[in-house]
């Protein structure tokens, strides 16, 4: 089993900026990549940004150059910051894990930008 707690989220501005943190705990060991995803009301979940252990990442191309994910092996937590956020980035954002087999949420953030 891996838990997932997110934070981070929150009421800004559209051109302010937000940073997400996820931290995981559990067989972390068996945890393959990690992402964020999200879900506007009405929509179905997205892929915004993922990044393997190696390092290796992918994002959205709604998000590309403006959303940055990190990872910390050591602390076991994964960062989204977000730049230039718009209002369609209003959405809550879950934490994701994957290993071979199986894949782990954590129970999302809200964030919400203003016109």
């Known amino acids: 089993q891996v838990q997932l707690v997110e934070s981070g989220g929150g009421l800004v501005q559209a051109g302010g900026s937000l940073r997400l943190s996820c931290a995981a705990s559990?067989?972390?060991?068996?945890?393959?990549?990690m992402g964020w995803y999200r879900q506007a009301p009405g929509k179905q979940r997205e892929l915004v940004a993922r990044i393997t252990t190696g390092g290796n990442t992918n994002y959205a191309f709604s998000v590309k150059g403006r959303f940055t994910i990190s990872r910390d092996n050591a602390k076991n937590a994964v960062y989204l910051q977000m730049n230039s956020l718009k209002p369609e980035d209003t959405a809550v954002y879950h934490c994701?894990?994957?290993?071979?087999?199986?894949?782990?949420w954590g129970q999302g953030t809200q964030v919400t930008v203003s016109s």
């Open positions: 559990g067989i972390i060991f068996r945890v393959n990549a």
């Open positions: 994701n894990a994957e290993t071979s087999s199986l894949a782990y």
